[in-house]
């Protein structure tokens, strides 16, 4: 006879396979499946998604990540901006021509994905 954690194993290993492979019918079947292996009602698990949201980004990763999206952006042209990040607070220094300029960098920094916050020193340039 199977022990009971066994079978709960088992049982969560198939669900998560089936969700992962998309399928509606496999789906639903997982859930049930779930709910049965932990003791849970079914409804818990209608329309579960598994997300990785809250993944820790590295620093540096970050900081790829925002050089990235400023040096892609025709406006920006971030190349020219230093970005230093210290625990996913981004700071930007240098010079751009107008404030809106600055305010869009800012905004694009703030989109990155694990960036907490946006300490903006960037600089208008005098021409």
């Given at each position: 006879?199977?022990s009971k954690?066994?079978?709960?194993?088992?049982?969560?290993?198939?669900?998560?396979?089936?969700?992962?492979?998309?399928?509606?019918?496999?789906?639903?079947?997982?859930?049930?499946?779930?709910?049965?292996?932990?003791?849970?009602?079914?409804?818990?698990?209608?329309?579960?998604?598994?997300?990785?949201?809250?993944?820790?980004?590295?620093?540096?990763?970050?900081?790829?990540?925002?050089?990235?999206?400023?040096?892609?952006?025709?406006?920006?042209?971030?190349?020219?901006?230093?970005?230093?990040?210290?625990?996913?607070?981004?700071?930007?220094?240098?010079?751009?021509?107008?404030?809106?300029?600055?305010?869009?960098?800012?905004?694009?920094?703030?989109?990155?994905?694990g960036v907490?916050?946006?300490?903006?020193?960037?600089?208008?340039?005098?021409?």
């Amino acid at each position: 006879m199977k022990s009971k954690r066994t079978t709960g194993n088992f049982a969560t290993a198939l669900a998560v396979g089936a969700v992962l492979s998309g399928s509606a019918t496999a789906q639903a079947a997982s859930y049930a499946t779930l709910a049965d292996a932990h003791s849970r009602p079914a409804a818990a698990y209608r329309g579960a998604r598994f997300s990785f949201a809250d993944k820790h980004l590295s620093d540096d990763s970050i900081h790829d990540l925002v050089k990235r999206k400023l040096a892609n952006d025709p406006d920006v042209k971030g190349g020219a901006l230093e970005i230093e990040v210290k625990d996913a607070v981004v700071t930007l220094r240098g010079k751009v021509e107008t404030d809106k300029l600055k305010q869009k960098a800012e905004r694009l920094a703030k989109k990155v994905s694990g960036v907490k916050k946006v300490v903006n020193e960037i600089q208008l340039s005098t021409k």
